[in-house]
């Protein structure tokens, strides 16, 4: 009955131990639970198990409990020593079970060798753990310090079959453990993306609002607050100086300080060629970095003759405005806090915001010179007609870019559209990468199992199949933008199929059509070949679909727009129609007006449909027509030659 008894003990711990490797996360808190079951079917006072790296030959104890010894510090990897040294290493290392008595650790102790660095058990027990592969992945030791507790040869079988079963657990918490380990890592390098995307973010936002500040109207001391204000947000500037070039007078001056020790610099205006930081600066073109050491040894060299503020300067960094390598000033922060200590990255950020502020001065100074321009010619007689020149000037500039507005437009939604399909090729790129690190580190180790292989295999395959779904979307929306893009900017006459070629205006302007209930319609032949100029098809088939959107249908109204196309002897019989919010007669009698809208202030230049009756009257030579009312939609009829080169080789 206490064999019995005994037995199912051990069952039922062997149970205790596979539901525990199943819940718990933690090696060390498995070995625990491993050791309060294990004290219930035999002496175990003293217990340890040591894990071992083979890449590294260290081992480390994750868990130690002995009444004699204090035991190694848990986790800290050390040098697996020989056989010869250490009954722990002599187990890990022969893949063998070890048992020994207190006259057995004598009996080398007389022969002059000792075996361990603890005290000499009573009885001691060791078993390897080893992986599937039969490789070592540590041991795990019982022992005893008094006669009274020793191991019968049934316990050594019962300890040598829990050794293999805690073997078995340990190989699934240390692939969760690499997992665990895998993850941490991932999510530090995505944590300092992240940052670093922020700081790009913190840094392109200041550049805007520099730029902002040149064509702000801001009086000298409110910008130069201002930019002090920029930097500020992007690192510690309570000490800011900002220098300007005079070239007329070749001098600098200090239009802005703010320093803790001074409240004025100590010369508002000096000599571009003389002894101060500022002329160093601009004479060296380079950024400077200097701490009080070689802020002194500039002192004592001659090189400076003062530098403002510098007793107790604990570190101090000073840029040049430059612009095509002409001076225009400097930027100057330091720092009296020990604790604040500026660095390469905080000087190569400053010598880049400067390079900014040069050019937002230069542009300020050109504006302040064509003001004055614009002053001088306002007093003569030629003023009006310079005004009037500069009026058409503006109004042909403004069409030009309504031309190809549509264009920048695509491009944006293109990018974004291709951004999707790349961004999941980069994600399974980055996991295929992954995997195949890991992978290669199990085939290192001779961990490689038939089921991880191909579990490897799975992955591969799913990856590719994604790149490849995906790599083919963005490719076709590539090749629509392109020949899309292309036609719209060369203005050049080809033969095109009418019908394939709307098909590919469409596909473009999808990133508008998107998220929108409106449904596009086309009624082509397939074989209608035109020899014309498929730029101005492209371009009056968006600004019909664009107005369309913009003014005939709100954001979530549902709607149908149909595009009809024939061929009528040698001229192409093209119809738009929308069932849109339509237009009244007065509207109607100004929709080819320039710049007249029905958006005006929300978007709505006015020129859209100017320019696609220019299109047609002129690049197509052809006709237009348009018929509307409220409440029932906008109808296009178009008319021209189906080859432009035929009609005009017969005039």
């Known amino acids: 009955m206490e064999r019995l008894d005994r037995l199912e003990a051990v069952q039922s711990m062997l149970l205790e131990i596979g539901q525990t490797s199943t819940s718990c996360s933690d090696?060390?808190?498995?070995?625990?639970?491993?050791?309060?079951?294990?004290?219930?079917?035999?002496?175990?006072?003293?217990?340890?198990?040591a894990l071992s790296d083979r890449d590294e030959g260290t081992v480390r104890f994750v868990y130690f409990v002995d009444e004699s010894d204090e035991g190694p510090v848990l986790n800290q990897p050390v040098r697996l020593a020989?056989?010869?040294?250490?009954?722990?290493?002599?187990?890990?290392?022969?893949?063998?079970?070890?048992?020994m008595t207190a006259e057995d650790f004598h009996a080398r102790e007389r022969s002059g060798s000792r075996f361990g660095a603890g005290s000499a058990a009573e009885h001691w027990i060791g078993c390897p753990l080893l992986d599937q592969q039969h490789l070592p992945l540590g041991a795990i030791v019982i022992q005893s310090y008094t006669p009274e507790h020793t191991y019968s040869d049934e316990d050594q079988a019962l300890f040598a079959v829990i050794a293999n079963h805690v073997s078995v657990a340990l190989q699934s918490l240390q692939s969760m453990d690499r997992l665990?380990?895998?993850?941490?890592?991932?999510?530090?390098?995505?944590?300092?993306?992240?940052a670093e995307r922020r700081r790009a973010e913190q840094v392109q936002r200041a550049l805007y609002e520099i730029a902002n500040l040149s064509a702000g109207a801001l009086d000298g001391n409110a910008l130069m607050a201002s930019l002090h204000g920029i930097i500020g947000r992007l690192m510690v500037a309570e000490n800011f100086m900002i220098g300007l070039y005079h070239p007329e007078t070749q001098e600098i001056s200090i239009p802005y300080f703010v320093n803790q020790k001074q409240a004025?610099?100590?010369?508002p205006r000096f000599p571009y060629d003389g002894k101060g930081m500022c002329s160093y600066l601009l004479s060296s073109k380079q950024p400077q970095l200097h701490d009080a050491g070689s802020l002194a040894r500039l002192l004592s060299s001659g090189q400076v003759a003062e530098i403002p503020g510098s007793t107790g300067i604990a570190s101090w960094m000073g840029a040049p405005m430059l612009v095509h390598d002409q001076p225009y000033g400097v930027l100057v922060v330091q720092s009296y806090d020990p604790a604040v200590v500026y660095g390469k990255a905080d000087l190569d950020l400053l010598a880049f915001i400067a390079s900014h502020v040069a050019v937002a001065i230069a542009r300020m100074q050109a504006d302040r010179k064509i003001r004055k321009t614009k002053e001088l010619l306002e007093e003569q007689n030629a003023a009006l007609n310079t005004a009037l020149t500069q009026l058409q000037q503006?109004?042909?500039?403004?069409?030009?870019?309504?031309?190809?507005?549509?264009?920048?437009?695509?491009?944006?939604?293109?990018?974004?559209?291709?951004?999707?399909?790349?961004g999941i090729c980069v994600t399974a790129t980055s996991h295929l990468v992954e995997e195949l690190r890991l992978t290669r580190e199990e085939l290192a180790a001779g961990e490689m199992t038939e089921d991880s292989l191909n579990s490897f295999?799975?992955?591969?395959?799913?990856?590719?199949?994604?790149?490849?779904?995906?790599?083919?979307?963005?490719?076709?929306?590539?090749?629509s933008f392109k020949q899309v893009a292309?036609?719209?900017?060369?203005?050049?006459?080809?033969?095109?199929?009418?019908r394939a070629y709307l098909n590919e205006v469409l596909l473009s302007l999808q990133p508008k059509l998107k998220g929108r209930p409106i449904k596009v319609e086309v009624d082509c032949p397939p074989d209608l070949v035109m020899n014309s100029y498929p730029g101005a098809v492209s371009q009056i088939v968006t600004n019909m679909v664009v107005n369309s959107l913009v003014h005939g249908f709100e954001r979530d109204q549902p709607g149908h727009i149909a595009i009809r196309a024939a061929l009528e002897g040698n001229t192409v019989a093209f119809n738009y129609t929308d069932d849109g919010a339509g237009m009244d007669k007065e509207s109607l009698d100004k929709l080819f007006d320039p710049f007249f809208t029905t958006?005006?202030?929300?978007?709505?230049?006015?020129?859209?449909?100017?320019?696609?009756?220019?299109?047609?009257?002129?690049?197509?030579?052809?006709?237009?027509?348009?018929?509307?009312?409220?409440?029932?939609?906008?109808?296009?009829?178009?008319?021209?030659?189906r080859s432009v080169r035929v009609e005009k080789l017969a005039a």
């Open 394 to 422: 503006a109004q042909g500039e403004l069409v030009r870019q309504e031309k190809l507005a549509s264009l920048g437009e695509l491009v944006a939604g293109v990018a974004h559209e291709i951004n999707t399909p790349l």
């Open 27 to 49: 090696i060390t808190e498995f070995i625990r639970g491993v050791h309060r079951a294990l004290g219930r079917i035999m002496y175990a006072a003293n217990f340890y198990v």
């Open 82 to 99: 020989s056989p010869d040294e250490s009954p722990t290493a002599w187990v890990i290392l022969n893949r063998q079970s070890l048992t």
């Open 264 to 267: 004025t610099p100590p010369e």
């Open 180 to 194: 665990e380990r895998a993850v941490q890592e991932r999510t530090a390098r995505l944590a300092h993306e992240v």
């Open 599 to 641: 958006k005006r202030g929300s978007g709505g230049s006015g020129l859209g449909a100017h320019i696609l009756f220019n299109l047609v009257t002129g690049a197509l030579g052809g006709t237009v027509q348009v018929d509307s009312a409220p409440g029932q939609g906008l109808r296009y009829s178009l008319s021209f030659p």
């Open 486 to 498: 292309v036609d719209q900017s060369s203005g050049d006459i080809r033969s095109f199929n009418l």
């Open 457 to 479: 295999f799975d992955i591969v395959d799913q990856s590719l199949r994604i790149m490849t779904t995906n790599t083919q979307r963005a490719a076709a929306l590539v090749r």
